[in-house]
C-alpha cells in the first residue's frame, strides 16, 4: 500500500491523530480554513483607474435617466465584488486562497498528487464538512482519490474505526453551511452601508447577532422601565426546649403577608411581641434530586461561566484544546446521547470506586432535545480514568474545565441524592409562620457533583404538632422589588437556545461580535445594552421586522436542517430569504424609509460659538455636538463634548441594580428612567432612555468628579497643554486639550494614569516573520513590542531581542536606556527577550529555547540585574 495523506484543520489536532496512525499515514493541517469569500472588495490599480475614467467619459453623455440606471448597476457590481456572491446569478461564489495560505496549498497539492488516498479528517460538524469540502475544490478532485472521516473523539479506537469505514463528503451538509454563510454575508453587507448613511459612521448588522442584540436590548428597557416598590419581609425568632428557630411570617388574616410600608411593619411587629404560638402541623416528606444530564455545548459554557467564571469564548477556546489533545468528545453538539461504551466505562467505574449504591440498576438516559443532531454525543472525557491532575500538558484553566466535565459525566450516571424535608407550620393569633428544612440522607451524585450551598434549615426532631412555642424576637426588613435580571453570558447562552437563535457552534461567536462592535458592554459579568445598539436594533425592527423576529431566526435554523438532511434545496431558501430582502433594503434606504436620528437641542452653549449644544449618538457613545454642525462649511463649528456615563460617577455608596434604579430621575415626558451623564465638573446632564426617540433630559449642576481618579490635571507630555479625563469605548483615559496634538494617556486600573508613551520607532532592518512588512518599535500599555508596520492590515506583533533594541540605541526613549545595560544572551547562549510583568508592572529580561521560556530571567533592581530562577526563585547578581 503506498503513502496516504491525512489532512486536518488544526497543528494541535494533527499531532494527536498522528499517534495513532502507522508509518503510511503523512498527517498534515490546512491551518483552519485555506480559502473564503472576499474580506474586502477588489483593490485598485492602473488598469482600474483607466477605466473609471473612460466611464466617467462616457457617463456625461448621458442624461440623468441613463446615468441613474448606471449609478444603480455600478452600485450593485461594487456590492457583489465586495460580497463575493451574486444573487441574480445562482449564487455564484468568488472563493479565493486566503492571505498567507498559498505555501500551504501548493504543500498540499504536492502531497496529494503523491498519495493513494487523500483523508479529509476535519472536524464532524458542518464548519468541518465545509473545510473539507474546500480543501479538495482548492486541491482539485482530479489530483487524488478523496475520503471523508470523521470521529468524535481523538482515541485510537475512534481513528482506527474511521479510517476502516471512511465515508464521501456530505454536500448537503455543505451547502447547509454554504446557505448560512451567504446569508449572514448578504446581511452584514447589504445593510451595514444602510446603517452607516441612516444613523452612523461603522456601524454593522448580522442575521443573527442582530437579533441576540435585541434580546439583550428588551432586557434592559424592562429593566428601566422598571419603578422599584417597597415591601417589608418579617421573621419570627421562636425557642423551644432552648433551640431557636427562624420562621417566615406568611399570613395574616387567612391572607398573603407583605407590608409596604413602615408604619404597616411596624403595627405587625408590634401584634406579633404579643402573640401566642401553637405548632399546628408539622410534615416530613422524603424528596430526591436527580443528577443533571451530561454537558451538551450550551450547558457546558452555562455552568462553567458559574462555577469557573469562564468567557463562553473561553470556555471554547480551552475545550477545543483537550478535544484535539484527546482527553473529551466533541465540544460542539445539542445531543444528550452517550455511547454504550461510555455507559460500560463510567458504570464500571462508579461500581468499583464508589460501591454499587451510587450506581443505578439501568443507566439515566436523558430526553432528546428538539432539532439536536443525534449522531453525536454529549460532552464527556474520552477515558473515565483520566482525572484533572493527571493532565499536565495543558493549561491550568483546561484543566479546570476537564474536571467539570468528568464530574458532570460521572455524576450523569449516578443514583440520586436522597433528603428528609420537614415543614412545620405555627399559629400566631391573626399571623400563620412557616419554617422549611431538610436533612441529607444519601448523598448520591452529590458526592461527585457538589450541589450549591443551600439556605435550608435543619429543624429539630422533637417538634409536635401542638406543641408551645415562645417568642425570642421579630426582626423587620424593609425590601424594594426588584427589576428583571440582566443577562449573564451564561443565562444569554440559555435564552438564546431556549429561542431558536443560532446553533451550538455559535453561541460563542455570537456573543464576542456584538461586544466587539460596541452595541453590547459586560461589567461584573453583567450584559448592559449601550445606546447606539438601542438604536441600530429600533431601526432594524422598524425595516427588518421578519429578520429581527425571534420565529424567523428559528425557521430559518430549521430550514438549515433540512437542508443539511438534504429535504429542501439550499439555493431555494437562499432566493426564498432574498426577495423579500432586497425588497425591504430598498425600501429603508429612499428618503421615507429608515428613520434617521433626531438631535436634541439642549440648553447648554457652545464653548467655542455659543449655539446651542445637541445630545448626539455614534458608534462611540452618547456626546454632545455643536447645533452649528449643520451649517455650510464656512460657519459650521465641529466643537464636541465627550461625556463620562453615570455608571462612573464617584459615590460613596455601592449601589445594587434596584437602589441604582431608585436614584435614578424619571423622565418628565414618558416617565422611563433616565441616564446620567458627567459633561464636566458643574454640569450633569440626564438623559431619556428612550432618547432619540423621546426628547426628555435635565441639566443639574453642582461640583462632580469622575470615579477612579482623584489626581492632579495632567500635563501633555507633547506640547505642555493641559490633558482632559475622558471615557471612551475601551475604558477611561486623558487626552490632550489641544486640537492639533493627538497624544492620550490610558488611566490604569490602580487610578493612576499610564506613563507618558514613546514616539513609534521605524525598523526597517526587521522583517515581520509571517506578512510582508516590517516592524516598528512600539510603546504600549504593556512595555515595548514590534509591530508591523502596516498595522491594522497586518497584525503582526512579537517581542523584541535585546540585541535588536541597541541596534536603535540612539532613538530609545531615556526611559527605557537601562535594558541596553543588561546580558545579550543567557549562560546556555540564548538570546535575551525583552518581556513586561504585569504582576510587578516592569520590563524584564528572559530567554527562549525553541518557542519554549526557559527558567532563566533577570529583573533590574537598584542598578544591578538580579538573575531569578523561575523554578527554584533563587536570586544572583548577574554580569
Known amino acids: 500500500m503506498g503513502k496516504m495523506l491525512v489532512i486536518v484543520e488544526s497543528p494541535a489536532k494533527a499531532r494527536t491523530i498522528n499517534k495513532y496512525l502507522g508509518n503510511q499515514f503523512i498527517v498534515k493541517s490546512s491551518v483552519g480554513h485555506i480559502r473564503d469569500l472576499p474580506v474586502s472588495g477588489h483593490k485598485k490599480n492602473t488598469q482600474d483607474l483607466k477605466a473609471r475614467a473612460k466611464a466617467a467619459a462616457a457617463t456625461r453623455k448621458m442624461s440623468p435617466d441613463e446615468k441613474a440606471i448606471y449609478k444603480n448597476k455600478k452600485a450593485q457590481a461594487l456590492l457583489i465584488s465586495r460580497m463575493g456572491i451574486d444573487p441574480d446569478d445562482n449564487w455564484r461564489a468568488n472563493y479565493a486562497i486566503l492571505p498567507g495560505k498559498d505555501k500551504i496549498v501548493l504543500e498540499l497539492r504536492k502531497l496529494a498528487s503523491a498519495a493513494d488516498i487523500v483523508y479529509l479528517a476535519t472536524d464532524l460538524d458542518r464548519e468541518g464538512e465545509a473545510i473539507a469540502w474546500h480543501l479538495r475544490e482548492t486541491i482539485g478532485e482530479s489530483v487524488a482519490q478523496f475520503k471523508r472521516v470523521t470521529f468524535n473523539e481523538i482515541t485510537k479506537t475512534a481513528i482506527q474505526e474511521a479510517f476502516e469505514n471512511p465515508k464521501e463528503l456530505n454536500i448537503n451538509r455543505v451547502n447547509a453551511q454554504q446557505a448560512r454563510r451567504f446569508l449572514d454575508r448578504v446581511v452584514g453587507y447589504m445593510i451595514s452601508p444602510l446603517l452607516w448613511r441612516k444613523i452612523a459612521r461603522g456601524l454593522s448588522a448580522g442575521r443573527v447577532q442582530s437579533v441576540a442584540v435585541r434580546v439583550i436590548v428588551e432586557q434592559e428597557r424592562e429593566i428601566r422601565k422598571f419603578s422599584p416598590e417597597e415591601y417589608w419581609e418579617i421573621k419570627a425568632q421562636l425557642t423551644s426546649h432552648d433551640t431557636s428557630i427562624q420562621f417566615d411570617v406568611v399570613k395574616q388574616d387567612g391572607l398573603g403577608f407583605r407590608p409596604t410600608t413602615q408604619k404597616d411593619a411596624k403595627i405587625a411587629v408590634d401584634q406579633l411581641k404579643k402573640a401566642s404560638y401553637v405548632i399546628k402541623t408539622c410534615e416530613k416528606k422524603p424528596t430526591q434530586t436527580k443528577p443533571a444530564p451530561p454537558f451538551i455545548t450550551s450547558t457546558l459554557q452555562q455552568a462553567a461561566s458559574t462555577r469557573l467564571g469562564f468567557s463562553v469564548k473561553k470556555t471554547m477556546i480551552l ?176 435564552e438564546l437556545e431556549k429561542q431558536g437563535i443560532g446553533r451550538p457552534s455559535t453561541y460563542a461567536s455570537i456573543i464576542s461580535t456584538i461586544q466587539d462592535r460596541g452595541y453590547v458592554t459586560i461589567q461584573k459579568r453583567r450584559l448592559y445594552s449601550e445606546k447606539i445598539g438601542e438604536i441600530v436594533t429600533d431601526r432594524l425592527i422598524e425595516s427588518f421586522n421578519n429578520l429581527m423576529d425571534y420565529n424567523f431566526t428559528a425557521d430559518m435554523e430549521f430550514q438549515l ?295 532563566w530571567r533577570v529583573y533590574y533592581e537598584e542598578g544591578v540585574w538580579v538573575e531569578q530562577k523561575t523554578k527554584n526563585g533563587s536570586k544572583k547578581n548577574s554580569d
Not at 452517550?338 to 439501568?362: N, W
Not at 441524592?417 to 419554617?435: C, P, R, W
Not at 436542517?561 to 429542501?568: H, S
Not at 428613520?595 to 458608534?619: H, K, W, Y
Request: glycine letters at 6%; hydrophobic letters at 30%; proline letters at 5%.
Open 319 to 494: 475545550a477545543q484544546k483537550l478535544y484535539e489533545d484527546g482527553y473529551i468528545t466533541y465540544m460542539r453538539t445539542d445531543s444528550m446521547n452517550l455511547s454504550q461504551d461510555a455507559l460500560m466505562q463510567v458504570k464500571e467505574y462508579i461500581q468499583s470506586e464508589l460501591g454499587d449504591q451510587y450506581s443505578p440498576e439501568k443507566p439515566n438516559f436523558y430526553s432528546k432535545r428538539k432539532q439536536a443532531q443525534e449522531a453525536h454525543e454529549a460532552i464527556r472525557p474520552t477515558n473515565i480514568r483520566v482525572k484533572s491532575d493527571q493532565i499536565h500538558t495543558i493549561d491550568p484553566q483546561a484543566s479546570k474545565l476537564y474536571d467539570l466535565i468528568w464530574r458532570q459525566f460521572v455524576a450523569c450516571q449516578m443514583t440520586p441524592a436522597k433528603y428528609m424535608n420537614t415543614s412545620v407550620q405555627v399559629i400566631g393569633d391573626h399571623f400563620e409562620l412557616k419554617a422549611k428544612g431538610r436533612i441529607m440522607q444519601f448523598d448520591g451524585f452529590t458526592r461527585i457533583y457538589a450541589m450549591k450551598k443551600s439556605d435550608d434549615i435543619i429543624l429539630p426532631a422533637h417538634l409536635k404538632v401542638g406543641q408551645t412555642l415562645t417568642v425570642e424576637k421579630i426582626i423587620p426588613k424593609q425590601l424594594f422589588t426588584k427589576p428583571p435580571v440582566r443577562f449573564t453570558e451564561a443565562s444569554l447562552v440559555k
Open 561 to 855: 436542517d433540512e437542508v443539511a438532511e438534504g429535504k429542501i434545496g439550499w439555493i431555494e431558501v437562499l432566493n426564498q430569504f432574498y426577495l423579500d430582502f432586497k425588497n425591504r433594503v430598498d425600501i429603508a434606504d429612499s428618503d421615507e424609509g429608515m428613520r434617521v436620528n433626531q438631535l436634541i437641542e439642549i440648553d447648554l452653549p457652545c464653548s467655542i460659538c455659543q449655539r446651542n449644544m445637541q445630545i448626539r449618538t455614534a458608534g462611540t457613545g452618547v456626546f454632545l455636538g455643536c447645533s452649528g454642525y449643520a451649517l455650510p462649511p464656512k460657519e459650521r463649528c465641529k466643537e464636541t463634548v465627550n461625556l463620562t456615563h453615570g455608571d462612573e460617577i464617584a459615590s460613596d455608596d455601592e449601589f445594587a441594580e434596584v437602589n441604582a434604579l431608585r436614584s435614578k430621575h424619571r423622565c418628565a415626558i414618558c416617565q422611563t428612567a433616565m441616564d446620567s451623564y458627567l459633561v464636566n465638573e458643574s454640569y450633569k446632564l440626564h438623559i431619556c432612555g428612550n432618547n432619540p426617540d423621546c426628547s426628555g433630559y435635565e441639566l443639574e449642576t453642582g461640583e462632580f468628579k469622575i470615579k477612579g481618579y482623584d489626581g492632579p490635571l495632567l500635563q501633555c507630555d507633547k506640547c505642555q497643554e493641559d490633558m482632559q479625563l475622558k471615557s471612551g469605548r475601551f475604558g477611561k483615559y486623558f487626552a490632550c486639550i489641544n486640537a492639533a496634538c493627538s497624544n492620550t494617556r490610558k488611566l490604569l486600573k490602580d487610578g493612576q494614569p499610564a506613563p507618558p508613551k514613546m514616539d513609534p520607532i521605524p525598523t526597517p532592518e526587521l522583517r515581520c516573520m509571517k506578512v510582508d512588512d516590517h516592524y516598528v518599535l512600539r510603546d504600549g500599555a504593556a512595555g515595548l513590542f514590534l509591530a508591523a508596520s502596516k498595522f491594522p492590515k497586518n497584525r503582526e506583533t512579537r517581542a523584541p531581542l535585546l540585541k535588536e533594541l541597541k541596534m536603535y540605541h540612539d532613538k530609545l526613549d531615556k526611559k527605557y536606556t537601562y535594558l541596553l545595560s543588561g546580558p545579550l544572551t543567557d549562560p546556555e547562549g540564548n538570546d535575551s527577550v525583552i518581556r513586561f510583568s504585569k504582576k510587578n508592572k516592569r520590563q524584564y529580561l528572559m530567554t527562549e529555547k525553541k518557542g519554549k521560556a526557559t527558567s
